[in-house]
Nanobody, 118 residues
Framework: QVQLVESGGGLVQAGESLRLSCAASGSIFRITAMAWYRQAAGKQRELVAVITRGGVTNYADSVKGRFTISRDNAKSTVYLQMSSLKPEDTAVYYC????????????WGQGTQVTVSS
């Protein structure tokens, strides 16, 4: 079983920054890719950013130039630096990881709430 623990969310004003963290632990063979998702109230969960083990990144168009994903392989932790936050970034943010042997983890952590006021 794999545990994903997200942290770092909060209430900020538009234009401010936040840094999210997510630590993976448990029965993981080897983490390849790591990703951040978000789910706003009444909407489907969407992919925000993904990073490969080698550091290649990809972002949703809505966050390009404002968010930066990074990872610490030794700590099995992925980060999301969010800058120039907008009210539309308000959501619960979740992470997920891809295990080399089993693929993307089926479960989710509790997420971390990000609220951006205008």
């Amino acid at each position: 079983q794999v545990q994903l623990v997200e942290s770092g969310g909060g209430l900020v004003q538009a234009g401010e920054s936040l840094r999210l963290s997510c630590a993976a632990s448990g029965s993981i063979f080897r983490i390849t890719a790591m990703a951040w998702y978000r789910q706003a109230a009444g909407k489907q969960r969407e992919l925000v950013a993904v990073i490969t083990r080698g550091g290649v990144t990809n972002y949703a168009d809505s966050v390009k130039g404002r968010f930066t994903i990074s990872r610490d392989n030794a700590k099995s932790t992925v980060y999301l630096q969010m800058s120039s936050l907008k009210p539309e970034d308000t959501a619960v943010y979740y992470c997920n990881v891809q295990d080399e042997s089993t693929g993307w983890i089926a479960g989710w952590g509790q997420g971390t709430q990000v609220t951006v006021s205008s």
